[in-house]
Each structure stands twice: as C-alpha cells, then as structure tokens.
C-alpha cells in the first residue's frame, strides 16, 4: 500500500510562484510513476504533469500544453518526493491539485508518462493511488 500526502497549496497573487510536495510512503514506492492532477470547480480532472519513477517510465517528464513552460515537475527519491514548481501563475490555475501514484505496467498497462497524465480522457483505467489534495488559489 502507498499513502501520498500533498502540501504546499495556498493563495496567491496572479503571475506569483508556488512549489507543491507529494510525499510518497510505503513499499518501493521509487518505483511508481507520480502525477499531479487538478481539479476546478465543475470542471473535469485534468493531468498536468507526470514524472517516472525508477521502474516504467523512469527519467521521463510530460507537462500538459496548459501549463508548459511554467510549471516543472521533479523527484527527489532520496526523500520520497515529488515537487511541482508552478511560476507566472493564472486565475485559471485555481484548483485542488492531487498527486497520483502508478507502476504503470499494471494491467492493462500504461505506456508513457503522458498517457499517465491524459488518463482521464482515454478512460484506460483508474490510477493506483490517490492523495487527498491541496488547494492552490490564483486570486487578487
């Protein structure tokens, strides 16, 4: 069993800068592939960036064409962690953003880290493991 636990969320000003954590614990949790996800107000879920783990995937990086050149992903897998470093923020930013953990050769597998993070529009199937989330406001 993996548990993730994301930090970080706050308000903050348009065009600003914020670094959300996911903290992975549990068995070979290197090995598992971690997204971060976002979800608005009565909007769908939507993948924003993924990053490989050490097994399937391992040294790959996607970031969705919404969020590309502001927001980073990376791991430190000395400490569990994955970090999202977001910069030039937007009110469209608005979100509780989750992180997601996948071994990705689970069945039916999952063949690219950007599958990983367009998961909800292939309705492959669900990822392995959730965290609860934390808010992240854009507002003046």
């Known amino acids: 069993q993996v548990q993730l636990v994301e930090s970080g969320g706050d308000l903050v000003q348009p065009g600003g800068s914020l670094r959300l954590s996911c903290v992975a614990s549990?068995?070979?949790?290197?090995?598992?592939?971690i997204g971060w996800f976002r979800q608005a107000p009565g909007k769908l879920r939507e993948g924003v960036s993924c990053?490989?783990?050490?097994?399937?995937?391992?040294?790959?990086?996607y970031h969705s064409d919404s969020v590309k050149g502001r927001f980073t992903v990376s791991r430190d897998n000395a400490k569990n962690t994955v970090y999202l470093q977001m910069k030039s923020l937007k009110p469209e930013d608005t979100a509780i953003y989750y992180c997601a953990a996948d071994r990705l050769f689970v069945y039916p597998p999952i063949t690219s880290v950007q599958d990983m993070c367009n998961i909800d529009l292939s309705g492959h199937r669900d990822l392995e493991h959730w965290g609860q989330g934390t808010p992240v406001t854009v507002s003046s």
């Open positions: 549990g068995r070979a949790v290197n090995l598992y592939a």
């Open positions: 990053i490989g783990g050490t097994g399937n995937g391992a040294g790959t990086t």
